[in-house]
């Protein structure tokens, strides 16, 4: 079964991250935890938080509440702390939500998205997806190549002598 995440507000560089991985990871900007963990409950969601006072409710203490405490500050090194004890893939579904508002991204022509985009990016490149929420459209440029290194450096823990095979 796919993990599925709600991050505290607290931690929403963490989401956008593991959303760039391809986890469905909801972001909580409300200040009731209530709804945080009815919905955590509903859609059986593990949830990431900094908060240490939340980590002593009940249903976290006694386990019907699948929580995780994070506990560093760079984001690069939060998904590490979330991927290591739930054997995360870091390579899951990459770029395949929106990094702004979680949804699937769809694929779309590329005379679709024509005045949609700047020209350069429209000489230069072939693939696209669009949220159907937000209408962000993404594309294999060097932003989207700069992100999916730094994906392999935090798989590899930044070792730069790991091998491919």
């Not at 994070?70 to 929106?98: G, M, R, T, W």
Request: proline letters at 4%; one cysteine or more.
């Amino acid at each position: 079964m796919e993990v599925k995440f709600i991050a505290d507000n607290n931690v929403g560089k963490l989401a956008r991250w593991l959303r760039m991985i391809g986890y469905d990871t909801l972001l909580f900007k409300q200040k009731d935890d209530g709804q945080m963990i009815k919905t955590a409950l509903s859609e059986d969601r593990v949830i990431l938080t900094k908060d240490t006072q939340f980590m002593k409710r009940r249903l976290v203490t006694n386990g019907k509440l699948k929580t995780i405490l994070i506990k560093q500050d760079d984001p690069k090194l939060q998904v590490q702390e979330v991927a290591k004890p739930l054997n995360l893939n870091y390579h899951f579904k990459p770029f395949s939500l929106c990094l702004e508002c979680n949804q699937a991204l769809i694929a779309r022509d590329k005379a679709e998205v024509q005045n949609l985009v700047p020209p350069r990016v429209f000489e230069t490149q072939t693939q696209y997806t669009e949220c159907p929420t937000c209408h962000r459209i993404y594309w294999q440029g060097t932003h989207w190549q700069a992100m999916f290194k730094k994906l392999q450096d935090l798989q590899g823990g930044g070792d730069e002598r790991r091998t491919s095979s």
